[in-house]
């Protein structure tokens, strides 16, 4: 469950220290007092979308930082374990940070991590209903989802997602090739010609570094050889030749280091320059004895070249990258030959038609398994709303040759009343239905749920009265199992709850800001008779609240 959460510059909150409690806790408060921006604050922990407009005017930044429990043993723990993010405590610890610019970052038990990894985590921890969740239940891929998500069918789907996309690949191959067999012919020749040129040059690059290597070095030979003859005169072969001189200088200095020991240094660092000035006149030697002039290997080597640099040319790439060139055309050449067989393509088809078709047609038997179950629970608990006789279904609507969500649409059906046939819930439900139909099918998908945390963004908006108790006693009953959040104008909804927090406004030093504070038996007493009364309240309000927080007690 959520533990703790601070919240520092964000939207009118300038700094919040927040502890949580397990069951069902009540956010009330005045409107645009900052309940719901609350929520948002833990959206983004939880790895939501950042937009700039989050920072309070003024500011740098804002940041969020969520402490959560981790149970031992749990999806989380095996998560963060996997991802080298910690698991060793009880608690994970999400912070998030807002810049003015619009840029976040994210850390995950003090370690920095993608909003990837945030999310995950966050998905783990809780699960957000917002205030207008029940309208989305009117989109058919919402719909899908559910079914999906309440049977825990997700990794299915997405393998049946996959596996059609491939088949739909093949298809469409398949298809090009019969509306294009003639242009397809022409490249394969194209490509065919490519590929035997550049196979025929027999480009290597190691090759190809050395050749210009020889080239430079054929072509200044004389050049070469003359230089050559010139560093063997000065150093060894001349009249003035340094070797001699270096000789007969270092045999000067040891006679005079054997009067004086002081000068060993220097002997010793003449010795070692005789020695190294022999080496390279020895080196020297050679390599004036291997240079030679051979215009014919130069012509051989220029035609090579010439070559190399014309293919590179024609190509529009450097000569080192002609055999990336001859790779991707061998590569569509094969991919052309595949494609130009009509039986290879219609039997590769078929095969990816028959991988797509077995876990489709078990992802279906799992869908109307769930769809059945959901589809009873949902009924019985519009019962208790206020919609006796009203009935709810999941329609599953085969898609013959398949599709990428599988074999089947998704619709939810309800009939208002006995007396009334099913149809589409997009078509017929009221506002107030709606809400009450929306209301029964997240708290009967919240029971089936892994996440510890639930939070209900005003979903009881649109019921009243006796529904409104009753959506009490539901989330209450989640409490019982699991820790409940919910934002709520309804004082039959917070009356329920089993601790409460108030969220109101002040201005200071003219800047509005927002406060929050947890409720004891007296506060709550005086927030539930103001949600009852409004801006009098009376002695008769505060008993009426008083009846109602003591009924729940």
């Not at 703790?4 to 069951?23: K, M, P, S, Y």
């Not at 050749?211 to 005169?233: C, D, F, K, T, Y």
């Not at 800047?511 to 801006?535: C, F, K, N, P, Q």
Request: with cysteine; charged share 25%.
């Amino acid at each position: 469950m959520l533990r703790h959460l601070t919240i520092r510059d964000f939207v009118i909150v300038d700094q919040l220290e927040l502890d949580f409690g397990a069951g069902f806790g009540a956010l009330t408060g005045e409107t645009g007092a900052g309940k719901s921006i609350l929520l948002d604050a833990l959206g983004l922990a939880l790895g939501g979308k950042a937009e700039a407009g989050v920072v309070r005017t003024g500011c740098m930044k804002a940041e969020i930082v969520a402490e959560f429990d981790v149970p031992a043993g749990g999806p989380l723990h095996r998560w963060l374990v996997g991802e080298a993010l910690g698991g060793d405590d009880d608690a994970v610890l999400l912070r998030r940070v807002v810049e003015s610019s619009g840029r976040s970052k994210a850390w995950l038990n003090g370690t920095p991590v993608v909003l990837s990894q945030l999310r995950v985590a966050g998905e783990l921890l809780a699960d957000i209903h917002g205030q207008h969740a029940h309208h989305a239940l009117l989109r058919g891929d919402a719909q899908l989802a559910l079914v999906d998500a309440h049977g825990g069918l997700q990794a299915q789907a997405r393998e049946v997602s996959e596996l059609y996309r491939s088949w739909s690949a093949l298809r469409r191959a398949r298809e090009l090739a019969e509306e294009d067999a003639s242009s397809s012919e022409r490249e394969r020749e194209l490509l065919g010609w490519q590929v035997s040129e550049l196979n025929e040059l027999a480009f290597d690059l190691d090759d190809w570094r050395a050749l210009n290597q020889e080239q430079a070095r054929l072509a200044h030979a004389a050049s070469l050889i003359e230089g050559g003859a010139e560093v063997l005169e000065g150093l060894v072969e001349g009249e003035y030749a340094v070797a001699p001189q270096l000789d007969r200088l270092l045999g000067r200095v040891a006679e005079m280091a054997a009067h004086d020991a002081q000068l060993a240094d220097v002997q010793e660092l003449l010795g070692s320059a005789s020695i190294q000035l022999d080496e390279a006149i020895h080196a020297m030697r050679r390599y004036r004895d291997r240079l030679d002039l051979d215009p014919l290997r130069l012509s051989e080597i220029d035609q090579r070249i010439q070559a190399i640099t014309g293919m590179a040319r024609k190509y529009r790439v450097a000569p080192e990258d002609l055999p990336e060139v001859l790779a991707e055309s061998v590569s569509r050449l094969e991919r052309l030959r595949r494609q130009s067989d009509p039986v290879a393509l219609a039997r590769d088809e078929a095969l990816a038609r028959q991988a797509y078709m077995v876990p489709a047609q078990a992802l279906s038997e799992a869908r109307r398994k769930v769809a059945a179950e959901l589809s009873s629970a949902v009924t019985e608990a519009m019962q208790s709303l206020a919609m006796s006789g009203a009935r709810f279904e999941i329609a599953l609507h085969q898609v013959e040759e398949g599709a990428v969500c599988g074999l089947e649409n998704v619709e939810f059906l309800v009939a208002a009343n006995a007396s009334q046939p099913l149809r589409s819930m997009a078509k017929v439900a009221s506002g107030g239905e709606l809400s009450r139909i929306g209301l029964a099918i997240q708290v009967i998908t919240s029971r089936n749920a892994a996440t510890p945390t639930l939070i209900f963004d005003e979903v009881d908006v649109g019921i009243g009265g006796r529904v409104a108790e009753i959506v009490g006693r539901l989330l209450h009953q989640l409490g019982v199992d699991r820790q409940v959040l919910c934002v709520t104008h309804l004082p039959q909804v917070a009356a329920q709850a089993d601790w409460q927090w108030n969220i109101s406004k002040e201005t200071r030093n003219g800047e509005t800001l927002s406060r929050m504070r947890l409720l004891d038996a007296s506060g709550r007493i005086e927030e539930i008779a103001r949600m009852l009364g409004g801006v009098n309240i009376t002695d008769t309000t505060r008993r009426h609240a008083a009846e109602m927080l003591s009924l729940q007690a």
